[in-house]
């Protein structure tokens, strides 16, 4: 019901933003108490990797989790004396958790990830804290009454880290009180202190799904600044130059408050060469280091069946069960129409002296579990693969990539085809040969 325009100009990064929906059923097929108990049965879910047991009783926040893997029976105890249920990450094992998160990757351009909360009725788990990343949270089944508090200081405002319980005398007066029901929704910019208990009559589930962490210009900064240094101490001699024999006799905490001509000279210099220090920055190279380590976090795309035929995953050769021998299916031709699967599915990346395509197609559910994938495009077949990345997504004859040997073309969408990164406009046409 909120313009996206306006989402992000009002209230992304800014302020809360409160959604009431009177809809109990909106969030229905995303995730359920009833999934929860499954996935417990069916799947190995370990305690203090996947799951959290918590209490917050009179002011003190504490956890419960035994060792091992979580059993039913066990954590249904633990509930039922009032303490609260945290899986840290559903979209391992629940599908519609992962289609979520992995749609909204291509959205924000950043790891999605959930945490999921179930909490007895009348209780609270978790003491008055602020996140590092921007939240939302969606009710899914009974009620939870939220408090959100503003952060206390400028200091505190966008953080990068999350923060340590804190005590109700440290947060001050609600921004926003209110009471959740199914189907409704808040956003929360990182740095919101936050906190919510269950009514006494009904138990609360609710899912957040967050993103943002590490996201800022100090976090591009702090890839940039080297690399423009480095550039920058290799083409220009001022900054080469020795510091001034004598600047530590003016220099310093002990100078700090004195205004001799030295020490201004000292700090012109400086602003002088920061400000030069732009005219150096490799910022696209920045810009896709970032792209790079976003590759290595993400999920793996949630593929619909029909896009998962058109795909290595499911066209191909197979094996064919009344002939006994192996269907062969017509290869990707001159003809054949690709693009990538997803927009943030790879990214192209110029690092010594040639050029890989680092890709999260292989990556699993769980974060990080595999290393970083890449393949070794090289310089004659990157415009290649940079057409499907600024095309996208349009789909693109292989005959009409800009690289200038058909053969050359053809390689590089078959290699990009082998590890899931494009698909084609029409699944590849079966064939067999009778013997």
């Known amino acids: 019901p909120t313009d996206v325009d306006k989402f992000y100009k009002e209230f992304w990064e800014k302020k809360p933003l409160h959604i009431r929906r009177d809809d109990p059923s909106y969030f229905k097929t995303l995730f359920s108490t009833k999934a929860l108990d499954k996935i417990l049965r069916e799947q190995r879910v370990v305690f203090g990797k996947n799951l959290d047991v918590t209490s917050y009783t009179d002011g003190k926040r504490e956890t419960h989790n035994p060792q091992g893997r979580v059993f039913p029976a066990v954590l249904w105890d633990f509930y039922n004396n009032g303490c609260s249920i945290r899986m840290l990450n559903p979209q391992t094992f629940h599908n519609a958790v992962w289609r979520l998160c992995s749609t909204l990757q291509d959205h924000f351009n950043t790891m999605v990830g959930a945490n999921v909360y179930l909490t007895p009725p009348g209780t609270q788990g978790f003491a008055p804290h602020w996140d590092d990343v921007e939240v939302f949270m969606c009710q899914l089944e009974g009620s939870k009454h939220w408090k959100l508090y503003s952060p206390r200081e400028e200091g505190e405002r966008l953080p990068r880290h999350s923060s340590a319980n804190l005590t109700q005398e ?27 208990n269950c009514l006494a009559e009904e138990h609360s589930l609710h899912i957040t799904i967050s993103c943002y962490q590490l996201n800022s210009w100090t976090d591009l900064l702090e890839k940039l600044l080297p690399a423009a240094l480095a550039t920058a101490a290799a083409e220009d001699p001022t900054f080469r130059e020795g510091l001034p024999r004598n600047y530590l006799s003016f220099m310093g905490v002990a100078h700090e408050d004195s205004t001799s001509p030295q020490r201004t000279s000292f700090l012109n210099k400086i602003s002088s060469l920061l400000a030069k220090l732009a005219n150096h920055a490799p910022t696209d190279a920045a810009c896709d280091q970032m792209g790079k380590r976003l590759m290595s976090e993400v999920l793996p795309p949630a593929l619909e069946p029909s896009e998962k035929a058109r795909t290595v995953a499911a066209d191909g050769e197979r094996w064919h069960a009344n002939k006994k021998t192996v269907v062969n299916r017509v290869e990707i031709d001159p003809d054949s129409h690709v693009r990538l699967i997803r927009a943030t599915c790879c ?67 078959g290699d990009l085809w082998e590890k899931g990164i494009v698909m084609t406009s029409e699944p590849l046409e079966a064939h067999y040969d009778d013997p």
């Open 347 to 413: 990214r192209l990346v110029q690092e010594e002296e040639t050029v890989r395509l680092y890709y999260s197609t292989e990556n699993t559910r769980e974060f990080k579990e595999v290393e970083e994938q890449c393949l070794e495009v090289g310089e004659e077949l990157a415009p290649a693969v940079e057409h499907l990345v600024t095309t996208y997504p349009a789909w693109t004859k292989v005959e009409d990539l800009p690289v200038e040997q058909l053969e050359d073309r053809m390689k590089v969408v």
């Open 170 to 196: 440290e947060v001050g007066e609600p921004i926003l009180e209110t009471t959740m029901h199914p189907g409704d929704m808040i956003y929360m910019p990182r740095g919101t202190i936050h906190q919510g």
